[in-house]
């Protein structure tokens, strides 16, 4: 099956976003290139805060980046803090020394530390990040590829209908991006992390 569209996930150990591109604009200009540029940030960027909250029972994700700073902070005022698990900067597990040296990343001594002092495995807490940058740039690509195929089609306005219009993930080609510098051992745990996403639901 032909690769319609190109996502590159980057996800930094501060911010993270993803960008896009269509096999077919880049065939035109390689530099015609898609970014998330709505992620409400104050500072205009095309990235958000690299963090993810998770409900403490189910480990179902609530939210990553921004949002989930904001429902983090808002439960810590209505609800017990401690029903919720919130991770921020995680990934700087990954830069530990012991991590570079260490031939089994997979093994347990390497935690991810929520805000309550509480550990998880890296692998998951990672997998739950990538999963709802996932979702959310699906969601928007949705959309916008609806409006874009009506437009094509010579639409002046889309219909709801149109705009939900959904691309078929076979045809979706997906990248995440890691340092250079990094050893196999922090690429592999990375790559545990992305095959995780797979284990779950769109």
């Given at each position: 099956?032909?690769?319609?569209?190109v996502?590159?996930?980057?996800?930094?150990s501060s911010?993270s976003g993803y960008?896009?591109?269509?096999?077919?604009?880049?065939?035109?200009?390689?530099?015609d290139?898609?970014m998330?540029?709505?992620?409400g940030?104050?500072?205009?960027?095309?990235?958000?805060?690299?963090c993810?909250l998770?409900?403490?029972?189910t480990?179902?994700r609530?939210a990553?980046g921004?949002d989930?700073?904001?429902?983090?902070?808002?439960?810590?005022?209505?609800?017990?803090?401690?029903?919720y698990?919130?991770?921020k900067?995680?990934?700087m597990?990954?830069y530990?020394?012991?991590f570079?040296?260490?031939?089994?990343?997979?093994?347990?001594?390497y935690?991810?530390?929520?805000?309550?002092?509480?550990h998880?495995?890296?692998?998951?807490?990672?997998?739950?990040?990538?999963?709802g940058?996932k979702?959310?740039?699906l969601?928007?690509?949705?959309r916008?590829?609806?409006?874009?195929?009506?437009l094509?089609?010579?639409?002046?306005q889309t219909?709801d209908?149109?705009?939900k219009r959904?691309?078929?993930e076979?045809?979706i080609r997906?990248?995440?991006?890691?340092?250079a510098?990094?050893n196999?051992?922090?690429?592999?745990?990375?790559?545990?992390?992305a095959i995780?996403v797979?284990?779950y639901?769109?």
């Amino acid at each position: 099956m032909d690769i319609e569209i190109v996502i590159a996930l980057d996800i930094g150990s501060s911010y993270s976003g993803y960008a896009y591109q269509f096999s077919s604009d880049f065939k035109e200009n390689p530099r015609d290139i898609w970014m998330s540029d709505s992620w409400g940030s104050s500072n205009n960027t095309h990235k958000t805060s690299t963090c993810v909250l998770l409900r403490e029972k189910t480990l179902e994700r609530i939210a990553i980046g921004e949002d989930a700073e904001r429902e983090y902070l808002r439960f810590c005022d209505t609800v017990d803090e401690f029903e919720y698990h919130f991770f921020k900067n995680f990934k700087m597990v990954l830069y530990t020394k012991d991590f570079r040296n260490d031939e089994k990343p997979e093994n347990p001594k390497y935690q991810a530390e929520d805000y309550g002092g509480r550990h998880m495995p890296f692998t998951l807490v990672m997998s739950k990040f990538i999963e709802g940058l996932k979702e959310d740039c699906l969601e928007r690509f949705d959309r916008y590829d609806g409006e874009r195929k009506a437009l094509e089609d010579g639409k002046d306005q889309t219909t709801d209908e149109e705009r939900k219009r959904k691309i078929d993930e076979k045809k979706i080609r997906w990248v995440i991006t890691v340092p250079a510098i990094w050893n196999d051992f922090a690429k592999d745990a990375m790559r545990k992390s992305a095959i995780l996403v797979r284990s779950y639901q769109r």
